[in-house]
């Protein structure tokens, strides 16, 4: 088996090799060992790297893919976290259309303002409602707290 270096699968593959370094840090590629400084790869670390890059774009975090590869070179992958995933995707799909289709709406609408449009206005309520319950999530849960006997 002939080992690659890290420059030679960050050329290769286009991941820089400080991502490179990351991900194993992060224990999702493993390096075999090291030519002088450099780190060196099996040659299948170039088929796990795309694996990682559709993970990363399908919005996993990188334990949720970690966690796919297990400690296989494989990806096992949990059907139902696809599924989800992909259910969550279709909601934020839907959204953006929702958006779009408003915008476009406000920058033809024939109000005089765009606070007089009914459609942007609805969008504007629609945005201020994400806004709190986006403030909520990162609020601190208050747990009571025992009286002091």
Same mark, same amino acid.
């Given at each position: 088996?002939? =080992? %690659?270096?890290?420059?030679?699968?960050?050329?290769?593959? /286009?991941?820089?090799?400080?991502?490179?370094?990351?991900? *194993? !840090?992060? $224990?999702?590629? *493993?390096? =075999? $060992?090291?030519? $002088?400084?450099?780190?060196?790869?099996?040659? @299948? +670390?170039?088929?796990?790297?795309? +694996? %990682?890059? =559709? /993970?990363?774009?399908? /919005?996993?975090?990188?334990?949720?893919?970690? &966690?796919?590869?297990?400690?296989?070179?494989?990806?096992?992958?949990?059907?139902? =976290?696809?599924?989800?995933?992909? !259910?969550?995707? @279709?909601?934020?799909?839907?959204?953006?259309?929702?958006?779009?289709?408003?915008?476009?709406?406000?920058?033809?609408?024939? &109000?005089?303002?765009?606070?007089?449009?009914?459609?942007?206005?609805?969008?504007?309520? %629609? &945005? &201020? @409602?994400?806004?709190?319950?986006?403030?909520?999530?990162?609020?601190?849960?208050?747990?009571?707290?025992?009286?002091?006997?």
């Amino acid at each position: 088996m002939k =080992l %690659i270096d890290i420059s030679e699968v960050a050329k290769r593959s /286009g991941v820089p090799a400080s991502t490179l370094r990351f991900y *194993e !840090e992060k $224990g999702l590629i *493993e390096s =075999l $060992g090291r030519r $002088g400084l450099r780190r060196t790869f099996d040659p @299948g +670390v170039l088929e796990r790297l795309p +694996v %990682i890059a =559709l /993970g990363r774009l399908a /919005g996993f975090s990188l334990d949720q893919i970690k &966690a796919m590869f297990g400690n296989s070179a494989q990806p096992a992958v949990d059907k139902a =976290l696809l599924s989800a995933k992909a !259910e969550e995707l @279709g909601r934020t799909i839907r959204q953006l259309d929702a958006l779009r289709n408003g915008l476009q709406h406000a920058a033809t609408c024939p &109000a005089p303002s765009h606070m007089e449009c009914p459609s942007f206005r609805r969008l504007t309520k %629609i &945005a &201020a @409602g994400r806004i709190e319950r986006s403030r909520a999530r990162e609020r601190p849960a208050r747990t009571r707290q025992p009286s002091p006997r």
